[in-house]
């Protein structure tokens, strides 16, 4: 199976685009869903991250309070070390149980961070969505109800969208319209079935 890591800054669009692409039937692996299930009351990870960062990160129902554990994080990196040398290894193992089941000509795995852990995981493409920083940062602040300064610490601890581009096989500019990134997204989908095609008759 051709494997396609779809990655992109916060704000840039990533889960409108995996949408698309499993509107053509394509199977998605989703990183940022599988962080979620991972920190679910009564998973090992959970109960970690109260013991590391103290038991006011959960919220009265024993949930991850996420809003404290983001504004903790991002405004110290050694924190931010911390929780990810707790979530990435339990997140990859994840997406490669996933990985291993899907039975389709080409998958999508959405890994945001996929450029920036020490761990890159292995994919046969990289797809960057894009858009410029000043359009992700009014996305993050719509979305999250967070202050500038704060989306701007998490966009700061992410690469660089010049490092990203650089990085790129493909790329999604996610500053247009909607119709126009939906044929973008069409146009991919058949690349990458004809790729997935042509690898599995050489091989």
């Keep these: ?96 149980r996933a990985v291993q089941h899907l039975r389709s000509p080409y998958g999508i795995i959405a890994i945001p961070l996929l450029l920036e852990t020490g761990k890159r995981y292995a994919v046969d493409r990289v797809l960057v969505v894009d858009c410029p920083v000043e359009t992700q940062l009014q996305r993050v602040l719509n979305r999250d109800q967070i202050s500038r300064e704060q989306a701007e610490a998490i966009i700061a601890t992410q690469a660089s969208r010049q490092q990203r581009l650089a990085a790129a096989d493909d790329v999604i500019d996610n500053s247009a319209t909607p119709a126009s990134l939906a044929e973008r997204v069409k146009s991919l989908h058949n690349s990458y079935l004809f790729l997935a095609n042509a690898r599995n008759t050489s091989a």
């Design 1 to 96: 199976m051709l494997k396609i890591g779809l990655t992109g800054g916060i704000g840039s669009g990533k889960s409108t685009v995996c949408k698309l692409f499993a509107e053509l039937g394509v199977p998605i692996v989703d990183a940022d869903v599988i962080a979620r299930q991972v920190v679910q009351p009564g998973q090992p990870a959970l109960r970690k991250l109260a013991e590391t960062f103290g038991q006011d990160i959960l919220d009265a129902g024993g949930a991850l309070h996420r809003a404290e554990l983001r504004r903790r994080v991002f405004a110290d990196a050694r924190l931010k070390q911390q929780l990810d040398a707790i979530m990435h290894p339990l997140i990859y193992a994840e997406i490669d």
